[in-house]
C-alpha cells in the first residue's frame, strides 16, 4: 500500500489551495455568518468543477477518485471555505450512480444547484436538519424504503431559514410535502438502503478530511501565537507545559492522516473495510479536531473567546461539524456491533 501523494495530486492541491487563499479568507469566513454560505465561493468552486468531480468523465464529470478528494476537503477545511462542497460531491456522485442517464445529473453537472443529502431517514414528512439544506435545490433522502430526488426551484438562497447554530452552517428541515417539490425515485428496497449507507460513509470520509484540514490549520494558528506571545520574559512556548500539548496534538495529527489516507484508499479500490475505515476516520478526526482547536484556543488565554481573533472560528466548527451526523457516540455504537458482532 502506498499512501504519498502523486505529482497531479500535490498539483491538485496547490490549485485548490490558491482558490480558497483568495476567495475565502477568514473576512469572506466571518462575513458570511451567520448563513454560512458565500454566493462567490460556491460559484469559484462550480467554474472549476469541483462539485462533480467525482463523477465518471463519460458522465461529463471528473472522474476523480476519492484520494483526490480528500486532498480538496483538506483545503476547504484549513480555510473554513462557506461552501458546501462535501455534501454536493456526495450527492451529486450518488446521482450518478443511481440515474447516470437522467436529466437530474445533467442539471447539477451543467449549472449551479446545489444538491445535498440527508443524512438520516425521513421522519414524518420531513428531513430534518439537512447539511446545506437552506442553499440546496437537490436533496436525496431515504424516504421509507425509496431513495428519492426532491427538487424545488431555483431562486435567492437561502431557501427557508437556517437554526442558528454554533457552526454557522446552512443546516435547514425540509418539508417533503410541499406542492413545489419534484419527487424523483431512484431506488427502491435493499438497495436505496445500500446506496444510502454508502453515501453516508462517504460524506464520513469527505468530512474527516474537512476535519483535517481545520485540525492542521487550528494547530499552526497555535504554534504562532505561543511563539509570539510573551510572559516572564520568554514566549509562552518556551515552557513545557505548552511544548507537551502542542507536541501531542501534533504526533495524534499524523495519526490520523494516516488513518484518513488509509480510508480514502480503501474506498477507491473497493475494500470491503471501506465503510468501517470512514466511520473510523470520521470519529477519530472529530475528536481530534476539537482536542486540537481547544488547545490553541486556551494557548490565547481570554482573547481566544472573542470574535477579532480567528481560532474560535475554528473551535466552533470543529464541535458542529460533525453534529450534521447526530451523536458521534452512535456511530460509535454502530462501529462496535459491526465490528464485534458475533458471527452467526
Keep these: 500500500m502506498d ?23 477568514t473576512d469572506v469566513v466571518r462575513a458570511a455568518e451567520p448563513l454560512g454560505f458565500d454566493e462567490k465561493v460556491w460559484d469559484q468552486l462550480v467554474r472549476t468543477g469541483a462539485p462533480a468531480m467525482a463523477v465518471p468523465e463519460g458522465l461529463g464529470g471528473g472522474g476523480a477518485g476519492f484520494v483526490d478528494l480528500i486532498v480538496v476537503a483538506q483545503e476547504l477545511g484549513k480555510r473554513l471555505a462557506p461552501a458546501p462542497l462535501v455534501e454536493a460531491v456526495v450527492a451529486t456522485n450518488l446521482i450518478a450512480e443511481a440515474a447516470p442517464g437522467g436529466p437530474l445529473l445533467q442539471g447539477l453537472v451543467d449549472q449551479d444547484r446545489v444538491a445535498t443529502l440527508a443524512l438520516q431517514p425521513v421522519a414524518s414528512g420531513t428531513a430534518r436538519l439537512v447539511p446545506a439544506g437552506a442553499v440546496a435545490e437537490v436533496l436525496i433522502a431515504l424516504d421509507g424504503d425509496e431513495l428519492v430526488a426532491f427538487e424545488r426551484p431555483a431562486g435567492a438562497r437561502p431557501h427557508v431559514p437556517s437554526p442558528p447554530n454554533l457552526g454557522a452552517s446552512p443546516i435547514a428541515d425540509w418539508s ?15 438497495e436505496a438502503r445500500r446506496l444510502h449507507h454508502r453515501a453516508r460513509a462517504e460524506w464520513q470520509l469527505l468530512m474527516a478530511a474537512a476535519l483535517d484540514g ?14 509570539s506571545r510573551w510572559a516572564f520574559g520568554v514566549p509562552i512556548g518556551w515552557f513545557q507545559a505548552i511544548q507537551h500539548r502542542l507536541a501531542d496534538v501534533a ?18 479500490t473497493g475494500g470491503a473495510d471501506a465503510d468501517r475505515l470512514a466511520a473510523m476516520a470520521f470519529l477519530y478526526q472529530s475528536e481530534l479536531a476539537q482536542l486540537t482547536t481547544r488547545e490553541s484556543l486556551q494557548f490565547h488565554g481570554g482573547y481566544g473567546y472573542t470574535l477579532e481573533y480567528d481560532i474560535q472560528l475554528y473551535f466552533r466548527r470543529a464541535k458542529a461539524w460533525p453534529l450534521a451526523l447526530g451523536d458521534p457516540a452512535r456511530l460509535a455504537c454502530e462501529l462496535a456491533r459491526d465490528l464485534f458482532a458475533p458471527e452467526s
Design 251 to 268: 504526533t495524534a495529527g499524523e495519526g490520523a492522516q494516516l488513518l484518513l489516507y488509509e480510508a480514502a484508499w480503501a474506498r477507491d
Design 214 to 227: 481545520l485540525r492542521s490549520a487550528a494547530l499552526d494558528i497555535g504554534v504562532e501565537y505561543v511563539k
Design 176 to 190: 417533503l410535502d410541499g406542492p413545489d417539490l419534484q419527487r424523483t425515485v431512484l431506488a427502491g428496497g435493499a
Design 3 to 25: 499512501l504519498s501523494f502523486t505529482a497531479e495530486q500535490e498539483a491538485l492541491r496547490e490549485a485548490f489551495a490558491s482558490l480558497f487563499a483568495h476567495t475565502a479568507g
